[in-house]
Nanobody, 131 residues
Framework: VQLPASGGGLVQAGGSLNVSCVTS????????MTWFRQAPGKERELVTA????????YYEDSVEGRLTMSRDDAKNTVYLRMDSLKPEDTAVYYC?????????????????????????WGQGTLVTVSS
């Protein structure tokens, strides 16, 4: 599956951006989806994730209340709404897909945290937040 992302750009601190990622070649309903980000000189880190069917959504503490992840399986698209952006949110944002069943009843309540646990990756979209 290919995961082209779009919607990044330059925004002032306190502003908002919407980014999205499309599953191309396979239906989104086959996957749990995750957004990672990688700031210059830093490791790639998990930001937010959504389980199959959108049953569960996970947010890292640093973005809780400011970022909102959603999915539309009919459109094969996942969305990341980013509000109250801070300069430290500056990074390349990547969507990743997995067959992991986290968030489903009786399974893990948190998504796989490490990039090595994901096989499918998008090319990333740059978000720059100026102070």
């Amino acid at each position: 599956v290919q995961l082209p992302a779009s919607g990044g750009g330059l925004v002032q601190a306190g502003g908002s951006l919407n980014v999205s990622c499309v599953t191309s070649g396979r239906p989104l309903s086959n996957y749990a989806m995750t957004w990672f980000r990688q700031a210059p000189g830093k490791e790639r880190e998990l930001v937010t994730a959504i389980s199959w069917g959108g049953i569960s959504v996970y947010y890292e503490d640093s973005v809780e209340g400011r970022l909102t992840m959603s999915r539309d399986d009919a459109k094969n698209t996942v969305y990341l709404r980013m509000d109250s952006l801070k300069p430290e949110d500056t990074a390349v944002y990547y969507c990743a897909a997995s067959h992991n069943t986290w968030g489903m009843p009786g399974t893990a309540t948190t998504p796989p945290a490490f990039p090595s646990e994901y096989y499918y990756w998008g090319q990333g979209t740059l978000v720059t937040v100026s102070s």
